[in-house]
């Protein structure tokens, strides 16, 4: 197979250096970036109970509690007090929520007139 020599092209010298349109082009790119951090990405939807909302709530903190937990005791030291009162602050998150939904609904059941969302 015979092999095509490449030739280099020289830029014309009527046009911008290569080297001051990039910093601008990431200049451009970081504004964009900046801008976009308050959108945000998740969402939930607008016809989910405050029940459903506190049930999942509630798993999440348990999940955090548990993995907080195991993080910690990986660690030693003053690392190992900031993970543990991260863990102590779940856990206290995850009791007002479940307090919050003890106060919605004191038996756990659903109202009747309007069933729960399950995702």
Not at 23 to 37: C, D, F, K
Not at 43 to 68: I, K, Y
Not at 74 to 81: A, I, P, V, W
Not at 92 to 106: F, G, H, K, M, Y
Request: cysteine-free; overall charge positive; proline content about 7%.
């Amino acid at each position: 197979m015979k092999k095509i020599p490449l030739k280099l092209v020289e830029k014309p010298a009527t046009s911008e250096p290569e080297t001051t349109q990039l910093p601008q082009a990431i200049e451009r790119v970081v504004s964009a970036r900046r801008r976009n951090l308050n959108r945000n990405i998740f969402s939930v939807r607008p016809d989910v109970d405050t029940t459903t909302l506190l049930a999942h709530a509630s798993e999440t903190l348990a999940s955090l509690n548990v993995m907080t937990l195991d993080f910690a005791n990986q660690l030693e030291g003053s690392q190992r007090n900031v993970a543990l009162a991260l863990q102590q602050l779940t856990m206290l998150t995850e009791l007002l929520v479940n307090r919050a939904r003890d106060n919605l609904d004191p038996n756990g059941s659903v109202a009747v007139a309007k069933p729960p969302v399950f995702h």
